[in-house]
T-cell receptor, first 112, second 112 residues
Framework: AQSVTQLGSHVSVSEGALVLLRCNYS??????LFWYVQYPNQGLQLLLK??????LVKGINGFEAEFKKSETSFHLTKPSAHMSDAAEYFC??????????FGSGTKLNVKP | GAGVSQSPSNKVTEKGKDVELRCDPI?????LYWYRQRLGQGLEFLIY????????KSGLPSDRFSAERTGESVSTLTIQRTQQEDSAVYLC??????????FGPGTRLTVL
């Protein structure tokens, strides 16, 4: 069975600081991995996805994530936080696109 | 339509009543997914449709939950004899090839 663990339900950073949101997964086969963002009162949007090509994946709004098989991790980073990045972020894993497993989410707060 | 739509946006019902939630996917999207998001938690997979067949119903929490889809169009999620623990946001997503899921705004269900 697959599972996704997001460490830290709330993360707070200052504007301009590095953003690091952690995601670890368990999967018996090489998975497909995703990060979604949910802005207040909006639906989920895809930030980026890993599909077994390059291990460093670049997404929208300056975010990127690196797939590390040895650590079963897919952490999300952004070099410099912006106030508009305040949202909830979800990591997800899928093996065959018929079922997706989501983490419990991390709320990012950006302080001025 | 331009995106996935869901109706109603909010539903308040009394314990024991049946509810129907509707999802209109993006035109042409063959895959459709239902998820449940309880307060403060991540997304919980419920069911997946490929066309109008549901190869994976393993996420449905009980036999009170059922879903159907007409062709590659509208889907309805029905919850019979609602319980208070059914209170959640129910999200629908559709995709063309599985990789890119487009989410609707959700239906917030409150069972009194």
């Amino acid at each position: 069975a697959q599972s996704v663990t997001q460490l830290g339900s709330h993360v707070s950073v200052s504007e301009g600081a590095l953003v690091l949101l952690r995601c670890n997964y368990s999967s018996s086969v090489p998975p497909y991995l995703f990060w979604y963002v949910q802005y207040p009162n909006q639906g989920l949007q895809l930030l980026l996805k890993y599909t077994s090509a390059a291990t460093l994946v670049k997404g929208i709004n300056g975010f990127e994530a690196e797939f590390k098989k040895s650590e079963t991790s897919f952490h999300l980073t952004k070099p410099s936080a912006h106030m508009s990045d305040a949202a909830e972020y979800f990591c997800a894993v899928s093996e065959e696109f018929n079922k997706f497993y989501f983490g419990s989410g991390t709320k990012l707060n950006v302080k001025p | 339509g331009a995106g996935v739509s869901q109706s109603p946006s909010n539903k308040v019902t009394e314990k024991g009543k049946d509810v129907e939630l509707r999802c209109d996917p993006i035109s042409g999207h063959t895959a459709l997914y239902w998820y449940r998001q309880r307060l403060g938690q991540g997304l919980e997979f419920l069911i997946y449709f490929q066309g109008n067949s549901a190869p994976d119903k393993s996420g449905l929490p009980s036999d009170r939950f059922s879903a159907e889809r007409t062709g590659e169009s509208v889907s309805t999620l029905t919850i019979q004899r609602t319980q208070q623990e059914d209170s959640a946001v129910y999200l629908c997503a559709s995709s063309l090839q599985g990789l890119m899921q487009y989410f609707g705004p959700g239906t917030r269900l409150t069972v009194l």
